[in-house]
């Protein structure tokens, strides 16, 4: 009998004296949930990083992809040249010290320009505008369009082959990334 109580208090561990089951919150820093996010928002820098065509895309790229196969407890990251890159607030910083996201959700380029702000109105590298609050899109020059518009102008402009990936990317994302997604292929086509 003890040793049948000792296997279920290894299978299901309980704090002593108060019969709740443990659990672990998956808020804490290096949770799934933590890691989740960083992977998240690492992977979106990396894009901004490329878009705006940083010279420090491809470290950007690299380190994203450490971040997200690393399994260790990180409440602050930092970049290879020692410099901060993800603080406990969520703010993010790029390798070259200019701010990526702000705790309140404002996203940047690496030159410092607004990519997306926390209302959700996104912006090319240069400064235009390239999505509306209200869902309606714009070409790097400007020209207003819809979304099916803005996407075959892209296509046009790249060719078949080109835009074959950039449209699967697309089709498979949602919200944020999606929208960030849109902005690289109305970009790259500019």
């Known amino acids: 009998m003890s040793r049948l109580l000792l296997v279920a208090l290894v299978l299901f561990p309980v704090t002593v004296g108060s019969g709740l089951t443990w659990e672990q919150s998956d808020a804490t820093p290096g949770s799934q949930k ?8 690492a992977a979106r820098l990396a894009r901004l990083a490329r878009i705006d065509e940083s010279p420090d895309a491809e470290l950007v790229r690299i380190q994203s992809d450490v971040w997200c196969t690393a399994k260790e ?7 290879a040249n020692k410099r901060n890159a993800r603080f406990p607030s969520g703010a993010w910083n790029y390798p070259n ?11 940047e380029y ?16 240069d400064g235009r505008r390239a999505k509306f609050e209200s869902g309606r899109w714009q070409q790097p020059d400007g020209r207003s369009v819809t979304e099916s518009e ?9 060719g078949e082959g ?3 990936r950039p449209l699967a990317d697309i ?3 949602s919200g944020f990334d999606r929208d960030l997604a849109m902005v690289e292929l109305a970009w790259s086509a500019r």
Do not use: E, F, H, M
Request: aromatic share 10%.
């Open 34 to 41: 933590d890691g989740a996010a960083i992977c998240s928002d």
């Open 73 to 79: 407890p990180r409440p602050s990251l930092t970049w």
């Open 97 to 107: 010290g200019r701010t990526a996201k702000t705790s309140s959700g404002v996203w």
């Open 110 to 125: 690496p030159n410092g320009r607004t990519a997306r702000t926390s209302s959700g109105t996104w912006y090319y590298p």
């Open 150 to 158: 803005l996407l075959l102008w892209a296509c046009q402009r790249l």
């Open 162 to 164: 080109n835009c074959r």
């Open 171 to 173: 089709r498979r994302l």
